[in-house]
């Protein structure tokens, strides 16, 4: 027999995952060093985000058999990161995160290769994130998470059947911390609720009422808010205020102490300002390194089939004690970012306003009044009537033009409905999909003929 | 999934640019429910919206209100509105552009209206905003004052508030503070 000797990994624990057969596991499993080679070699992950959760990330990707990263964020290291962001040192301040942190592992963990991509996420093209196996979050705001969703959920195509075509999925797994509090949850576009399935989680933004503001400031944050939201733009007429400047935040900390000795607030620091200014809660390392932990022990279970995964929530308190939970949040049927959308088969002869006709009759629509987008472009609408008139002359044109000529597209469309008499308004997300033209023999085409 | 991927990276490797399609980014979910707001908007004749930057972009846009009523009737008076594209869980921003001698609108252009900030909510919509606004021209009112002054004026002496009214918008000053002519 001709017997190679089967190396170990760098983890013994990571074999015991990958090498073995086991019961409660993913679809497709297929246990061995194939798999660990395959992983290492053909897996593609992608970290946002080189923060706090960024490095926890990049660390545990790469002692979990990843060989392919890259890593994206557009912010310097600063010296308030170094207590937590582990991979940077004094010396680094003032350098890219991405690039630092991408440097440091590949020093410390052989074989894996890390890119770094030193820029906004909205810089990068549509085509750079489909590169990618999966995507993992290590993000703190709500508009970059929202905007990484709605990329991976462009990715997806529906068949025939209203069911996601599997070579289209882009999942993502997202982490977030606050604090001693954190989140990790696994997003499979398509299969598990999108991040606009269930934005109401979010709770709104304490925004203090300008007027109590002005007239009776009551904490410290009052004053703060009063110095940032309106004293600034009394002084400096026109000049943005720009929170990353230490200058700025200077200036509004030394109004809000003026403003809190006026009125007697205790309270006011430098730190407050800032936190208050941009919105920064305390960042804890033990919870960054529990989160990112869960992140990656997902992204292994996702990417391998060693084990089922998360479904789909978890969130994790360390305030007092200790509490984790795992919610299973459902999809939101209707969502406008990952849901199928109603399909609508159409030929390249439509007009728009033949098309518009066609919805008030369409039986999953009955949609009336419709006025049409079709990816940010403004086909027609139907109010105010300065865009009326704007967009009135593409009435007469044929959809299959207006929307460049492409095959199978998204558009979406507002208008009324009516439900057992009641007239609602609506907004609704269509599959069109042209008839007759050259080139398209796809399967499931041909299925719903 | 990993099999998948697997395929996938070989597909890429023979250089198989079997289905050259790329996807489009898709509009944010705010910007969608937007398209949805502007689409519904059924404003009073006095408010008219016009779009700078063309019909496609929604996100930044002007309202302007002309009351028909009240101490402002026949004033003019420009507000910009910007809308993030995570609305709505976010109030559109908006400032008033029109310089104006009002109780609840300081004088760069800060308003005090409840439903902008702290009592926002996602069902609400711009065309709420607006009425919203609409209202501070009917009824200005001193107890959420951001022009102390002003405030101060209409709680004291009705009468006086009026004619500091008219000698604002007609392009004068009321105390240190000179008006641009908005009538």
Request: aromatic share 8%; proline share 5%.
């Amino acid at each position: 027999m001709a017997e190679t000797v089967v190396q170990p990994s760098r983890s013994r624990d990571l074999d015991k995952l990958l090498l073995r057969p086991g019961n409660i596991i993913g679809a497709n499993f297929d246990p061995g060093l194939e798999l660990r080679e395959d992983l290492a070699k053909y897996a593609k992950v992608l970290v946002v985000g080189a923060g706090g959760l960024g490095c926890e990330l990049l660390k545990d990707l790469a002692l979990s058999g990843f060989h392919n990263l890259e890593v994206i964020d557009m912010d310097r290291i600063e010296v308030t990161n170094l207590n937590r962001q582990f991979l940077f040192r004094f010396e680094d301040v003032g350098k890219p995160k991405a690039e630092v942190a991408a440097k440091r592992v590949m020093e410390r963990v052989s074989g894996v290769n890390i890119k770094p991509h030193f820029c906004r996420i909205e810089d990068k093209d549509i085509d750079f994130y489909s590169d990618f196996s999966i995507i993992v979050l290590g993000l703190d705001s709500i508009e970059a998470r929202s905007y990484i969703n709605s990329v991976a959920c462009s990715f997806l195509e529906y068949g025939s059947d209203d069911k996601p075509r599997e070579e289209t999925v882009k999942p993502l797994v997202d982490g977030g911390t606050e604090g001693f509090k954190g989140h990790a949850r696994v997003i499979v576009p398509g299969l598990t609720p999108c991040f606009e399935c269930t934005i109401w989680l979010f709770p709104p933004q304490v925004k203090f009422p300008l007027c109590t503001l002005a007239e009776t400031p009551r904490t410290a944050a009052h004053c703060i808010e009063y110095a940032h939201l309106i004293k600034w733009d009394e002084v400096h007429s026109g000049k943005a205020f720009d929170p990353d400047e230490p200058e700025h935040m200077k200036w509004v900390y030394n109004e809000a102490v003026k403003r809190a000795e006026l009125f007697g607030i205790p309270g006011v620091t430098y730190s407050l300002t800032q936190g208050v200014v941009k919105n920064i809660i305390p960042a804890i390392a033990s919870t960054n390194a529990v989160i990112s932990a869960a992140c990656a022990l997902e992204t292994l279970k996702i990417t391998s089939g060693c084990s089922k995964t998360l479904s789909n929530y978890l969130t994790y308190n360390g305030a007092e004690g200790l509490h984790t939970k795992v919610t299973e949040f459902v999809r939101d049927k209707d969502c406008l970012v990952c849901g199928p959308g109603v399909l609508v088969e159409l030929e390249t002869s439509v007009t728009l306003q033949k098309f518009i006709d066609l919805l008030e009759k369409h039986p999953d629509l009955l949609l009336s009044k419709a006025s049409v987008t079709h990816q940010g472009n403004n086909l027609y609408m139907q109010a105010p009537p300065v865009l009326e008139e704007m967009t009135r002359s593409n009435l007469s044109i044929p959809l299959f033009d207006l929307m460049g000529k492409t095959v199978r597209s998204t558009l979406h469309v507002t208008g009324t409905t009516s439900k057992n008499d009641k007239k609602t308004s609506a907004l609704r997300k269509l599959r069109i999909v042209f008839k007759g033209v050259d080139g398209v023999t796809d399967m499931d085409m041909a299925g719903a003929a | 999934m990993i099999k998948l991927f697997k395929v996938k990276e070989k597909q890429r490797e023979l250089a198989e640019n079997a289905n050259g399609k790329t996807p489009i980014k898709k509009q944010s979910a705010g910007e969608l429910r937007l398209h949805k707001d502007i689409s519904e908007l059924n404003l009073p004749k006095s408010c008219t919206i016009s779009f700078h930057n063309g019909k496609d972009d929604l996100m930044n846009f002007e309202v302007t209100i002309r009351p028909d009523e009240g101490y402002y009737q026949g004033g003019t008076f420009l507000f910009s509105f910007n809308v993030s594209p995570i609305y709505p869980h976010e109030a559109p921003k908006v400032k008033c552009k029109t310089k104006v001698y009002h109780p609840n609108i300081d004088l760069e252009g800060n308003v005090c209206l409840n439903i902008l900030r702290e009592d926002w909510k996602p069902v609400l919509n711009i065309n709420t905003v607006i009425y919203g606004l609409f209202h501070l021209f009917t009824e200005p009112n001193s107890e959420d004052p951001l022009n102390h002054d002003a405030a101060a004026v209409l709680r004291d002496n009705a009468k006086l508030f009026q004619s500091n009214v008219r000698r604002a918008m007609a392009g004068g000053y009321v105390g240190q503070t000179l008006f641009p002519r908005c009538l």
